[in-house]
């Protein structure tokens, strides 16, 4: 409840206000973090912007930074059920979305899982650096992705 009463909607990424909100509105959770991933290029170089990448010949390299919620379920049979959707939304991409418990937030907040879109190379990682062309693949996985989670919320 704590939590609830401390989030601050202003705070999150715009593109993924209605999802934390939606989250924040089921008794059995509560979002600890999110993001809505960012795409830093040679032409956008504002770490909070959500512009979609644009359609270019010229970029070579994007700095990816993630996309990823954090939320703490409640284990009782409403919270099963919704660790059960969440588990399954990997199947969109399983090389670029991963679902299940970091070890950082657990330690803060037991029953806390973390859904995170970025290449598996990079699982341990904020950022990566990749092409240009799996950047549009990572930004339409994280699209679909977001879309998921808003069809759960």
């Not at 899982?113 to 693949?137: C, F, M, N, W």
Request: net charge neutral; glycine share 4%; with cysteine.
């Amino acid at each position: 409840q704590e939590s609830l009463t401390s989030l601050d909607l202003n705070t999150i990424d715009a593109p993924i206000i209605e999802i934390i909100d939606g989250f924040s509105k089921l008794p059995y959770c509560f979002t600890l973090q999110s993001c809505y991933g960012h795409f830093l290029h040679k032409n956008q170089e504002n770490p909070k912007n959500i512009e979609p990448l644009p359609i270019s010949d010229s970029i070579a390299r994007v700095k990816y930074r993630i996309a990823y919620i954090a939320l703490c379920i409640q284990n009782s049979d409403l919270g099963r059920v919704l660790f059960q959707h969440l588990r399954r939304i990997p199947v969109i991409d399983p090389e670029y979305i991963q679902f299940g418990c970091a070890e950082w937030f657990w330690k803060r907040q037991v029953n806390s899982y973390v859904l995170q879109i970025e290449p598996k190379r990079y699982i341990t990682k904020d950022t990566g650096s990749v092409s240009y062309q799996e950047a549009l693949h990572i930004e339409m996985v994280r699209n679909e992705f977001f879309n998921g989670l808003k069809k759960i919320t």
